[in-house]
């Protein structure tokens, strides 16, 4: 019944998602061709996701969700966001550090650092600051489709001077109009007392579906949102992070841990590889004397061989790993899976597969990076894959370490022309950034169903195929919903008796007092 309700809604937002490209395409772009960015309008004809994010923002009602659609693509056309770049924006708004992205959430959502005080109203300036926001959240929502954001207003040492209501109203829009599905959460940090007529008026802006996303927060209860290694000292924490440009401050991604120990930087590779071999020139010459005579070697079998243990030893590597369900495709590779990797507190969850298949016809160089190298292992981090061929990398957890939603894998992938030519690491220095494909991947952390594993191993019933843990996991969440419901339905119920109770007083008391009115008049 449960799959034949989700099967029926499917095809309901497939209607919408038709209805609303339908409707956009004769309505909206029929008449005005030059209204948008002809890339935006092939977008939308696309992308189900981009359509999915204005409908579900939007309540599923059609009429408001093209009114956004409209409002969002005429301002991307006029601040041509298709084509900003960071050539684009005045160095200058760069430097200040004003404006960031940098660390993440304690649910694993990026964060959007507005640093207040460093902010002064200029009129001057104010669409180039605009377009600069514009250009991080593009750049966000390239990097990280879909994923929100979690926007930090820094409010330390600021004060009247650094308020920009226009300004602010702009950001509250990009999330309320452009970006649909953006916002995680709004937390305002140290905001001064003088500025809360200020802020009354931004709640207004924000609208109904919005208002529940603004949090206030003061530098002791911040860490409720937001870790201490990703707040820096002023709010408690303990991010050594200081912003400086150039570059753009990105995601940390370093060289994962490999099955023997950390990998070294390519530049150790190389010195490294040339000291062993001065060793072995050295040793061999050394033992020249008493060298034995080469034995005949058979080719043939020691291929076969090498192929039988190459196949044993992935079949042990993958063994017991989670196998990928979705896959992205890319240009060069197909990943899967396509968005996250999910890691638990068992034995069993521990260990997940990422598969990379070639779909061109070279050679692909491919590395795999983590905003955590001291956590995992990763083997291979590093090769080369065949045309038309796949690689299994396996990612476990190292030793007692354990996943946290704000870990980040990137996968970067560059086609091999002259194969055989030069070093995987000679290569990946000369080869160009544009050439370059990259794949994120984040990881998301299984509930812990140790009582329920538990009942399970008692219980005489079987347990059935490999997909049981999943219904297990949407079977523990409905039961803790519905615990939640209930204890408000129940807190609810009280309430109402209590105003009920307090109502039936205020009758008797306007009874009583109507009674004493009446008696009083005829005594006088």
Known sequence: MAELEQHEGEQDLEKKIEETRLRFNNEFVQDSTEKYDSRDVERLQTDD???????????????????????????????????????????????????????????????????????????????????????????????????PLTVVFDMAESGLSNIDMEFVKYIINCFKVYYPKFLSKMIIVDMPWIMNAAWKIVKSWLGPEAISKLKFASRSDVNTFIGPEYLPSHMGGTDSFKYSYPPLPDDDFQTPISDNGPIVSEEDTESKEGELDVKDALESSFNSENAVKPKKVNFLEDSVKSEDNDKTDVSARTKGARKPLTTFKGPLLDVSPAEELSFGSGETEKKCLIILSNVTKNQVAFKVRTTAPEKYRVKPSSSCCEPGASIDIVVSLHGGSQASPQDRFLVMAAEMDNVGSQELAQFWKEVPKAKIMEHRLRCHVLESLKPAVSLLRDSPVDTGTSGQPESDIMLMRMTACNSRLEQKLNTCLWLQKVLTGLVLVLVVLNLLCLYLLGTAQPTS
Not at 122 to 128: P, S
């Open 49 to 147: 996701a981009l359509v999915e994010g204005y409908l579900t923002w939007r309540i599923y009602v059609v009429d408001d969700a093209l009114k956004m659609i409209d409002d969002s693509f005429q301002w991307r056309k006029e601040f041509g966001v298709n084509d900003l770049t960071e050539s684009s924006i005045p160095r200058w708004m760069f430097e200040t550090g004003a404006v960031f992205l940098h660390g993440y959430d304690k649910e694993g959502n990026k964060l959007f650092w507005f640093k207040v005080k460093l902010h002064v109203k200029d009129a001057k300036t104010i669409v180039d600051k605009k377009k600069y926001v514009a250009f991080w959240l593009e750049r966000y929502a390239k990097k990280e489709p879909g994923m």
